[in-house]
């Protein structure tokens, strides 16, 4: 959506300069607010989905470029993950078309400039319990840095290895088995076992725990803090359906499992059913018991969702129903994260593998409320075998560790899908990541969590063995590139570009990449530099791409005024709560960077500008953009190079600055440069950088340069030259020559909405962040 048309604000335009090229309308534009395009959080066009996650270099700072293939023929917005060090640094994001595999910076689509403070207001790198009021559901991820191998010692749940189809629970550092089925005796197992992690990837020996009262496979199996819940299953492979329900006391201090004692039946009987448990008071939890089979098969498939209170570790004398599922599914993925019951995954009583999700809000005593529809899995998966089989869970995270795909579990999910889910939110966004081996069958899954917000996952094997992966939090952040009548199945480009200016760093962004994680891997070179572009050998920046369907939504961000170069003049972003309520509000407002040299026009004479081998007189023989004077630089005729400079002016070591200006040769010149001199703090010169052009007879022309200050630089001087011993017949008017920093900068402004903790929902008061 758009409305009103573009303004022209004065950037840089100076007076009488009608030619200037950021030079105001000043008269006859509309009164109003600026030309808006609103951006929702629309559709995902662009997933990734890389292995092996990290950072990129901190050492020697890059602009990075992520080509993507497009799908469909719009852009509203991009997600980019973040890592915020120090106070950070503005962040410039463009969208660009292709230009023979690079991308075409000339012609930008879309560019907007997110505010340091925004990004670590938005950005939480501790993981999404640790983040500030305004970080939601969709500020972040967990993924995966690096993997190992171990020996998990057998045997581990009978004589012959570790069960089949056993269910499996995890809290604080241990894992445990649940019945399941011996391949080698074909028969199911009453037998249970503890395990501990005990850190840097290594497995204690299983523990034999006190057996189940009953032989059961495909029970489901759930774990409060101080009691373990067993509910159903069937005592053979394809028969012996259960409603038995049976409880133990559970140490997860110790890994040491109680004697177990048969508790409430459940309503009917039920096998290959999900189960989830969340605490309503001190020492009171609910268990939940979802979905399932009344026949062990698809077509006895059932929506039922039962419940009961859990008090020291015995269940209450009835089960109650909740509100069915909206589908009849079986063998699905279940838990309760941050308060809100969710369903994902599993098969339907026709025998489709599903990949839509369900959730519900868990109320104060235990009930749930009705259902709504959260983002379906990218890759549509089933547990395969066991209760809570390739499922494993955080605080704040729902993990899906590859998975059954089809009806006759032959084939595997290479994917972990990484769902976020927080109290206010709700579940944000799937976000995939990899590993190749996960496809060659199914397994159990255990997360270990870590106080800074790491983890560390288990995938067990069935021979003994397991692998074990590193994950991190991964901040994330919403950018607004709208762009339009784009074509479908083109390459574009988002070109990242920080501004840092310390020498060391202190305040600066790293970007997550992750290998193969889209079709092209990322492209860098030095931050500021117009260069070329090196490909990295195997990683791609992990952008997430969305359109701009509204899709019944809120506003995600505002798009505002965008200049000649497709640069906005303000962008912001809305945060808001599952609720629909705003609870904060980030904008940045480009502002003009002024000449940091003084006369840049010559209207009132050449001071402070100073000639080197030649003189500078002010002239009106050639003006520029309706200025009345030019400056005139004449050559001695002798010096091979000639040249005038500004005042000293004080600059930062490796900050980049612009140097802009118009220059006109009568007879034209091929050796001409609008430089810069740098000097170190007792003002001796240090280097010049040049960029040498050659000008057309008798046009002008607009020269604009970066350069970056060197280390050690304090001050510089802008230098017009000319080289190559010009003769005085080589004259060089000067028009209107700046030195700026090189990138715009931003106002910023971060507030926080606050509200009462019960209805009326009225707004209480507004808290500025920054």
Known sequence: MTFNPRQR????????????????DQVNQLLGTPATQVIYPGLQVLAPNGA???????????????????????VGRVTVPVLVQGAGSDLTVSLCPDAAGAPDLSAPLAQTVMPASTLTNLASPLGLSAGGPLVTVDSGTLLYTATGTGTWASPAGSPNGAPDASGIVTSGNYFVLIGGYDITASAATDSVTSTQFLGDGLLAAPTPQPSLPLACIRAACAVTSSSIVVAGGQTAATSGLLNNSWAASWDPNTGIVGSWSAQTALPVALSHSGAATWPIDDGVDVVYVIGGSTDGFSSGAVSTVYYNTVNNGQLGST??????????????????????????????????????????????????????????LPTPAWTGVGANWALSTTDDVLFIVGGTTNAASTTFSPNIQVLPVTADDGPGQWFLTNDATLSAQIYRSSLFAEDDGTGNLVRLFKNGTYVYYNFVPVPLVSVPLPATGLTNGATYHVVL???????????YLQFGAGVGGLTSNFEYRAVGSSGAWSADASRSVLISVY???PNGGQPLHLWQDPDSSNLAAASSTFVNDWYGRLVGYCEGILSPNDALNSNPTFVTGTSPWVATNCTLTQSNAQVHGGLTESGLLTPNGTSATVYASSELIRVTPGQWYEAQGWLFSPPGWSNVSLSVNWFDGNQVYMDTSYSTVS?????????????????????????????????????????NLTLTDADPSTLASVAQMTYPDSEPWAPTGLTQLN
């Not at 009488?16 to 105001?24: F, R, S, V, Y």
């Not at 570009?497 to 305040?507: E, G």
């Not at 022309?701 to 190559?724: C, I, K, R």
């Open 319 to 376: 089960w109650l129903t909740g509100p069915n599922l909206p589908q009849a599914k079986h063998f699905m993925f279940s838990a309760v994260i941050n308060g809100w019951l969710v369903v994902t995954g599993g098969v339907l009583s026709d025998s489709t593998i599903t990949g839509n999700t369900y959730y519900a809000r868990v109320r104060a005593d235990g009930s749930i409320g009705c259902w709504n529809s959260g983002p379906s």
């Open 547 to 549: 359109d701009n369907t």
């Open 52 to 74: 092996t996650f990290s950072w990129t270099d901190s050492a020697n700072l890059s602009d990075f470029d992520q080509p993507f293939v497009l799908s469909g023929t719009a």
């Open 695 to 735: 000008l057309t007879a008798a046009t002008w022309t607009q020269q604009v340069n970066s350069f970056q200050a060197p280390n050690g630089a304090t001050y510089a001087t802008l230098v017009p030259t000319e080289g190559g011993t010009p003769s005085a017949a080589r004259t060089l008017f000067l028009s």
């Open 9 to 24: 604000a004065a950037r840089n335009g100076l007076p009488g300069n009608l030619n200037a090229t950021n030079h105001a």
């Open 497 to 507: 570009h920080q501004s840092p200016s310390q020498v060391p760093l202190v305040d």
